[in-house]
């Protein structure tokens, strides 16, 4: 045979059979696409992490690395965490060479505090650490006096705070609790890395307060049961999200002492738990958004919450008042599957 001629079958052999077995290693790797799920406890509640994926290695590495993001954002953020920056700077007034995460968390506290004239305000922990201080097990299970909260309010103003380049600098006795916003910049952190993997399609929920993006396998939105503080086996509405975060802040599940009812959102502006809303439910296009206007939402007049929401691009809200009446803001309802 023409040696030209061999090597060129011998090149069309190579070719075909380097074909065949990239062609085979890719079927044995990939799947149809389908939701991969795993749930752990994170941050003091349940974390679910779905992806969707056509091959389930690469799910569960995304969906390992996404759980890691949300770790190193508890450690940072969680007050009561000995180890934690947070808990550095609660401890010493002022901390040096702070984490990018924490002054950006602190800076977005700041703003949320700015926006809703502090009703909602990371300085809080002086009064939180009051009230738990009064309920317990050998506790006197009694709210503080006047004074008690008098002499504590002064400690509450976010303006307070210094921040540096990267030292941050707060007052003596002041603290900073960041329980109604954490949740939500990790949930972000861990979507990020999902996408930072390749994962279009998902969603991070941490204890109801959520991110999703993308879609499900069969091209539908992500369904989200808002829960009935009734009717629990009953959702208010159910809301269709794609690209979308949700949270939710509620009296129906925590309270310092349940009989007594007392809540464990306190406003920041009177030193007093919160009794205007049940529950307050945002859409918002990122979790920390959601997460800190929900906790916001929630302290404020039923009136000045939705009017503030009203200006907020992209952000809706869903509030449940005292009387049990629903109240949504002008584009909720874009949102809604199912309504009450």
């Known amino acids: 045979m023409n040696p030209k001629y061999l090597l060129i079958l011998t090149l069309i052999i190579i070719i075909t059979v380097g074909f065949a077995y990239v062609q085979s290693t890719s079927d044995d790797n990939s799947e149809e696409y389908r939701t991969y799920s795993q749930t752990r406890m994170l941050m003091d509640t349940s974390v679910t992490i779905t992806v969707v994926d056509n091959n389930k290695v690469h799910a569960y590495n995304s969906i390992e690395n996404a759980f890691m993001k949300m770790e190193r954002a508890s450690n940072l953020l969680d007050s009561y965490n000995n180890s934690s920056e947070i808990y550095i700077l609660n401890e010493n007034k002022d901390i040096e060479n702070a984490s990018d995460e924490l002054i950006y968390v602190i800076e977005r506290g700041i703003y949320y505090s700015q926006i809703s004239d502090g009703a909602f305000d990371i300085t809080v922990k002086p009064v939180l650490d009051l009230w738990a201080s009064k309920f317990g097990p050998d506790k006197p299970n009694i709210p503080p006096t006047e004074n008690e909260i008098n002499n504590t309010l002064p400690l509450v103003n ?59 396998p069969d091209g539908q939105e992500w369904s989200i049961g808002l829960q009935d503080p009734d009717k629990k086996a009953k959702p208010i509405t159910i809301i269709n999200a794609r690209n979308i975060a949700v949270a939710t802040s509620g009296n129906y599940e925590r309270y310092y002492n349940k009989s007594a009812s007392v809540s464990h959102i306190a406003d920041p502006r009177t030193g007093y738990p919160v009794s205007n809303l049940i529950s307050a439910t945002i859409i918002a296009p990122t979790a920390i958004e959601a997460d800190a206007l929900a906790t916001t939402v929630f302290v404020m007049e039923e009136e000045k919450g939705l009017e503030m929401i009203e200006k907020l691009e992209g952000v809706e809200c869903l509030l449940i008042n005292s009387e049990k009446e629903i109240t949504r803001s002008s584009g909720f309802d874009k949102y809604e599957l199912l309504k009450d």
Do not use: W
């Open 158 to 216: 976010s303006s307070n705070i210094t921040i540096n380049d990267n030292t941050i600098i707060i007052g003596n006795n002041m603290g900073i609790v960041l329980g109604g916003i954490a949740k939500g910049y990790a949930v972000d952190r861990a979507i990020i890395s999902l996408q930072e993997n390749g994962i279009e399609d998902g969603f991070v929920n941490a204890g109801g307060d959520g991110r999703y993006i993308g879609e499900k």
